[in-house]
């Protein structure tokens, strides 16, 4: 826990020394300064790429076939923007409940509306973490036959997500049957969505700690500049 001292060519590093003392209380800091830091970088990002909406602090403009590998949460609706949309996770675990792709649900997604076509059989749906290798063994389910031969506009549950949901043992990242609906209507029917990417709180506190060895502790020098302490 006590703070580090080394000599680099008779420079004393870290930097920036704090009063605390505490190691572990920088690293805190810097990883907050940095997550802060986080929304300017997003919107120089999509500066850089020739994106411009209000949007541009919180979100990214991501491709549907790289919807698969990302993480954060949908920021569309059918209805429009939001900052509560679906967690991509959660779509994942939908596709593997039901054994489909991305691509298939895109492709068949006025069948598969149709909570007649769910799998009698549903795959494990998983964490929904990203994986390199799909194990897909089921068709997502078919319409027809004698006792189905077309899909009904008004059917109780589309997409069967209330089914989904009800099926597992536990939840899907806060996500209820209303969202999941809305968000497969989403990445079935636009070729760009906006997403709020997911960055785990060991990325920012990674950070900091390595700007805590070189630098120090970002606050206090912060706070020194102003004058402040």
Known sequence: ?????????????PLVDTTAGAFAFTILTNAVVVGLAYPLALAALNL????????????????????PG????????????TRNGLDVDAL??????????????RERADEL????TLPEEPNPPTDGAVREEEAIRTDGGAVGGPE??????DYDDPWGAQAFLDDLDGGAYG???????????????KEELWISPGIPFIVPVFLGLI??????DLLFGLLAALGLV
Do not use: C, N, Q
């Open 148 to 153: 189905h031969d077309a899909a009904p506009a």
């Open 113 to 116: 509306r149709d909570p007649a």
């Open 92 to 105: 994942r675990m939908y596709l593997r409940w039901r054994g489909i792709d991305l691509a298939t649900l």
């Open 1 to 13: 826990p006590a703070f580090p001292e080394y000599h680099v060519d008779g420079t004393v590093y």
């Open 211 to 216: 700007v805590a060895i070189g630098y120090g």
């Open 48 to 67: 850089a790429s020739g994106t411009t909406s209000p949007w541009m602090f919180v979100g990214r403009k991501l491709d549907w076939r790289k919807l």
């Open 70 to 81: 990302a993480h954060g949460r949908l920021l569309e609706t059918p209805a429009g923007r």
């Open 175 to 189: 996500t209820d049957a209303a969202k999941l609906r809305g968000g497969l209507d989403v990445v079935a029917e």
